[in-house]
């Protein structure tokens, strides 16, 4: 059993608790997050303690792991702690606020022995996406040319959460960078169209919808397209297109009715929403490989250095929307 | 070019009318009605002449082929004067009115040498359920062992019309039950339950439902599922399974659109409806096999005898439905 | 938290002691069988206590409730014990060996005040059989006329397990019973054709397809098809045809991965199989409502009276297939 | 009847040609090609006769309408020369060889009446396209913020094609160009990678893959997705995503035909291939449209000044590609 430490009781804080709780390897001994009572709701049911100060987390013997799911500006500093105190990490995304404080956590973590490290793309894990992946890289669609990313939250987070997220590209897009870079490898340029698409959010200096194209150091082209609402729901898409054929990881649904009446024939139900239930598998998997690489020393995937990537993408994408030019990135 | 006289210019006989005019080795040259006006619109469009007299159907030098389209009751004898005539024919189910009017019809068609005589089982060419028979010969799925044909109209035809249909199984399940043996050959068995399912047709002394099981020489069992109304549409569909899989030709609709919004997501188009369209290329294809019979002697199907075979079905499933037992058939 | 003991450290034992371990609200204690090895299995990863006695189960005073799953003729037995020492009974199905043990169970437990009795037909709890269910009851489909179940194993189980099996109705088709009469109420005739599909099984007395035609005294008709195999896995589905128009639950997959290549366009994955995968949210499901039963008194289904009425139709069926005639059953 | 005349008999004017004999309202009376057994080819089969000089087709009193399939160097002069004569026009795509050729040819089309000139966009009436289209417009999925397009032929044209046909842009992407101002209305700015994939067209000068964004006035951003090749056959499908929802028009197919087996499940069809199939009743309704427009005044869409528009996208295209940045365009 692996003892972790969940720090941040937010709502991914939330998915990671209950992650962990249900995990047959691991064990939820701690939360930790400033507001004591948001800790409490996800400790108590599964008999972990509590606390206040992330720094419980560290210097807990009883800890083997952290699972670092608090404010952004905090990752790096938090990752730091941990490795430095022989704990083994699991970090949401973004692994830092910018690529500066990225990569200099990277250049850091370099210095000393450590253990695993891992970044929060949980996609990677997403049982159809990561078949989708690995059939692809199995070749069978031949040679991986043309790649479409549909990624469009249910509807908008708060006004508050806008204000704070660090941008649509490192808040939301970022995910779909390394999902980019988990089919196709090295990117080389970015070129983004930023749109302001709801009224509502009209006064937030920010993008709520993105049309992307990557280029790959392969040749092939990545098309992302965002937005911050969708009528049907969480849409998650993917399609892997090349020169023998294309695998397509469709949307998930609760059930598997079909009403076929005087309108038509429909599946009634939304695509599964909103990331707790899309992706449970997917923290599941992630938890599960997290807890091999600590245990067996099977390599870590995503790394800190996917971690670093994903924010260059999401930085030069920035930049592209701002300017509406093309931007390359070297990595 | 094929010169054929259509008699008939009720719904069917529009339907053949239609599809000889456009056909690229055929031409309407004459359509029989009592009702001369309908003859008329069916005729005049496309250059054809008019007669209230079917026998001019058989007796003009340039008629080569009749297509009988008239009332079920005078099926029997325009073949006989057809083919008598040395016309080729295409007759529309059911071939006669009864078992006994259809074998008596096939002994007379057996004393002399005649043109062909093809019954009107369109399905048999709907490219998608053709090609479903295609592969199940074929093997596609190992040893066929259940078949299940869906088949409801869209709206029960008018009071007037079901007085003098003949009866469900006669007027609409036999074009299932010969679809049944162009899948599974010979039938041994036929259970019906009949249904009276609306409330409007609760005058009516004929089922307006059924669920019929046939057990074939070969040991597999079909069902067949009718009702005369669906609120999809046309609900025309047919499953083969067997050892080693399943074929399944789906229903087809107009168009490929698909909406996805907040109630899932929706093919917004029922069913093709109603035969006409959904059966458009069957009816095409079904007279081109028609013509290559005629003009290069290739074999008939379906013949008198399927036609018989599926009035022996439809009149077994009348007795089993009207006394709740299984009828054994002998062909 | 119930503190559950589960008697049977067989296959279906395995899914219960599995799915009460990994439920929040329940806790398994105890594990039965008389071979202590399987028994252990299944209790030790989760802490729990194992006896090679199922009366253990009964006497014991941690144990709250007994799911039964020992072998089909010891079932009333364990129902009987169970209950008269006062632990509520979750009952795999056939809750007896024939309509006569069933039903002498039913009396003798109408003598004496127990906990809730429920059978295990875990459909009812599956998320889109339940929702189809659900949509229907709302009248989603107006007069509900004709209902079709898909149910097709794998692949057929071992000679020996055949050879004690109690024959495919009472087996295998008994859950096929009850979802008819979970969505059509009471039925009052039943005819069935079975039929003898693999070679291999050929010596066994017993058939390993069906195809089952059911008349419900509301007037629908439901069709149920059977076999011991399928090649794209298992096979579960339900259609449910009304005035209206027509719910449909559809099979589930493991991924939603689509492959499009030169061959066309396939889910290249089979259905979820065996039963542990594909009804692994039923058996939770079900085991929730068990638990509201016992602690907040709601009521209990399925009953032993549906268990029964499966009994019931499993026997006439199995006449009805040996007879060739239609039997009517009165419940 | 429209008495019309085919310029071209190549794999266009085949199209065309067809489409005329075969549309009630239309007669096909001149086939003019250099290579006259090309278009005799044509014109024999449906009684029209043939000239190896294209002003054969203005100078005939009894042609009422010229279709111009010839080669796209030639469609402005030909353009002319048919409305100087008093013809109605429908020319294939583009308009012209150049945007300066096509902007030519509408100022001089300015100068002086003529009858309706249409160009040859028939995607605007493929019936699920155009439905796609008329859904959006009414608001069905509100606001329209991204629109994708994909666009894949089903092997690559033979190297001469290649040489002469003006770049992949002009010649194949012209028509999503066309498509997206269906959608979205003026375009602001483009910017497309090209792609060379197929190592066989390695030597020809010539992107065979592009990925394209354009920005439209509207605020709308559209995705063209291209390639000279698709495993899956003819790849034509274009999604509508807005506000409220979206709208997909899928692939066609040429039967209904799913097999289940240990694979999974598959439509058995390649996508309907190629553009004689896909779009022979786009062909059929937009000459519909044109006949209309001639006998009844009705608008014609799309105009000379789509045609320009669409080849102010392709060039803009093509420089952008070249230069790897975004184009702004002014139509």
Request: aromatic share 6%; net charge negative.
């Amino acid at each position: 059993m692996l003892r972790i430490a969940v720090i941040g009781a937010g709502r991914i804080g939330k998915v990671h608790a209950a992650t962990v709780a249900a995990h047959p390897q691991a064990q939820l001994v701690l939360v930790c997050d400033p507001i004591e009572d948001a800790a409490k709701a996800l400790a108590e049911p599964h008999g972990a303690r509590t606390s206040a100060d992330a720094n419980d987390a560290f210097t807990s013997d009883d800890v083997d792991a952290v699972v670092i799911g608090s404010p952004t500006p905090l990752h790096a500093e938090h990752v730091l702690a941990a490795t430095r105190a022989g704990k083994a990490v699991l970090c949401e995304k973004p692994v830092a606020s910018s690529v500066e404080a990225a990569r200099q956590l990277a250049a850091e973590l370099a210095t000393f022995e450590h253990p695993p490290v891992m970044v929060g793309f949980q996609r990677r894990y997403d049982p159809s996406i990561a078949k989708a992946q690995r059939l692809a890289a199995e070749g069978r669609v031949g040679r991986v040319e043309q790649l479409t990313i549909v990624s469009r939250d249910p509807a908008p987070p708060s006004a508050e959460y806008l204000a704070q997220s660090g941008g649509v590209f490192k808040d939301m897009v970022i995910h779909d960078f390394d999902e980019a870079r988990f089919f196709l490898g090295d990117i080389v340029s970015v070129t983004s169209i930023g749109q302001k698409l709801d009224p509502a959010l009209a006064s937030v200096d920010d993008f709520d919808g993105a049309v992307t194209m990557l280029k790959a150091a392969s040749g092939a082209v990545a098309v992302i397209k965002n937005t911050r609402h969708c009528a049907t729901g969480y849409d998650q898409k993917v399609e892997v297109f090349g020169s023998e054929g294309e695998v397509v990881a469709e949307n998930l649904r609760a059930t598997s009715i079909q009403v076929n009446d005087a309108n038509g024939s429909a599946q009634q139900e939304v695509y599964l929403d909103f990331f707790l239930e899309r992706y449970a598998d997917a923290y599941r998997d992630e938890l599960t490989a997290f807890i091999d690489a600590v245990n067996n020393g099977t390599p870590v995937t995503p790394t800190v250095e996917d971690g670093v990537a994903a924010l260059v993408l999401a930085e030069a994408a920035e930049r592209s929307a701002r300017t509406g030019t093309t931007v390359e990135v070297q990595l």
